[in-house]
């Protein structure tokens, strides 16, 4: 079976910024849509293959939410956080001179925290 995917939901991202916000949105809506499908009742019909359908109960049930469960285990938290600094790291050789002041309307930096 070939299966092809339609990449017009590609994101081009130019800074770390844009890839942390796009990789912790991406997370979030998978591990929402696995903890949703946890809550399917036993009982339901599941289409499959386009035409073929089966229906969760009993053994196929709790063997559909152990996969739910393995998926969201690997998926689990990432292994970082976004902070907001207050502050521009300054390097030494950083003078008064040609600091950012605070009205120069830049973004703030983000962090990444492991």
């Known amino acids: 079976m070939q299966v092809t995917q339609d990449r ?28 949703y499908m946890m809550t399917i009742p036993s009982g339901t019909e599941m289409l499959i293959n386009d035409n073929e359908t089966i229906v969760l109960d009993g053994d196929v049930h709790k063997g559909f939410c152990a996969g739910i469960i393995v998926a969201l285990s690997e998926l689990g938290t990432l292994p970082f956080e976004v902070t907001a600094d207050a502050e521009e790291p300054h390097s ?8 950012r002041h605070s009205d120069d309307h830049e973004p703030t930096p983000t962090r990444l925290v492991h």
């Not at 942390?20 to 949105?25: D, P």
């Not at 030494?92 to 600091?99: A, G, L, M, S």
């Open 92 to 99: 030494p050789e950083t003078n008064n001179d040609t600091q």
């Open 8 to 35: 017009s939901d590609l994101l081009f991202i130019d800074n770390i910024q844009d890839l942390v916000a796009a990789l912790t949105a991406w997370h979030d809506q998978k591990v929402q849509i696995l903890e």
